[in-house]
DNA sequence: AACCTCTGCTTGATTGGTCAAGCAAATATC
DNA sequence: GATATTTGCTTGACCAATCAAGCAGAGGTT
């Protein structure tokens, strides 16, 4: 990408403009909201529900710490911190991974399991209110959809 | 707000599960993309670059720091520091707001708006690239009024 | 088997934000 | 018009994230 912005694009219509900035509020406005929700619910803030949720989902409740930062959408440090937060309040144990001695397991312990239930309707709550209820009549699938492409894909240079 | 989650809402459905997971991910990846390709680009973080566009978008490039950080999404404190920053940079200057001596505002500069073109088309293409190509074929007025709702609507109890 | 080099994770330093406390000007109340 | 309250912004303390450096185990090459 030696220089992406030689020609000037398309300014943005109305419609584009009001779409960027409803989206930028969003991003700004929902996470804080639901965090905020959960936490004065359950005690249980929402990077940290994520990574229980995600460790829930998975056989033996166990991953690599690796797959986990990339499930929870955060750097290896971060997730490390995070784990470690979990560990004093005894909701996961690290284990030794066995088929590789440098790697390690977050491993959902019952405490977490347990936590995780309690949580869940409260985080389904606050999602369905903060969020899908604003959606109604809309194509999810098609959306989500796009919302994926717009996360994975590589820009066309 | 007592106990909002006394009865366990539906559950997600597969639609709503995957529009809920690949909105998480925008939010992480999108952000950072763009800011990236700015920095890469230009050397003007997001953040300082939002602050910049409201400032010249209003008469007399001139806001009152509360105004200007509710439209940058930040807190007052947060705003505080981002005009420092600016100001540092010579980009934009403070004066003392004459209809109330406390309040400060917050003026966009020559270079500051000097700085902004530049940068503006570095921003447009961003946003293109890695988001609005996406959403070909999609509703935008009537998807940017779902994030609006959503952005801005205090949750039903 | 001794030696790189690579990989998985942690740790230290920094950053960009938040909240709570502080200060100075404005406004209301008596 | 003095005192109390509120408002607008800044400052200090903190926090959760990042990046870069470090360390220990794995794996190849000779």
Redesign the interface.
Known sequence: ?A???TA??????P??E???R??????????R?IDA?MV??RQLPLTEYTALMNLSETPGRRLRMNELAGLC?LSLSGMTRTIIRLETQGLVRRERCEEDARGWNAVLTDAGFARLEESW??H????????????EG?D?????R????????E??D
């Open positions: 990408m220089n992406p912005s000037t694009p398309q300014p943005l219509s419609d584009e009001s779409l960027v409803a989206l930028g509020q969003v991003m700004h406005v929902l996470p909201a929700d004065g619910d959408h309707p409260s389904l709550a606050a999602v369905r209110r903060r969020f899908l209820q604003h959606f809309v999810l699938a098609r959306l989500a796009a919302f994926q492409r717009a996360g994975t894909a820009p066309t």
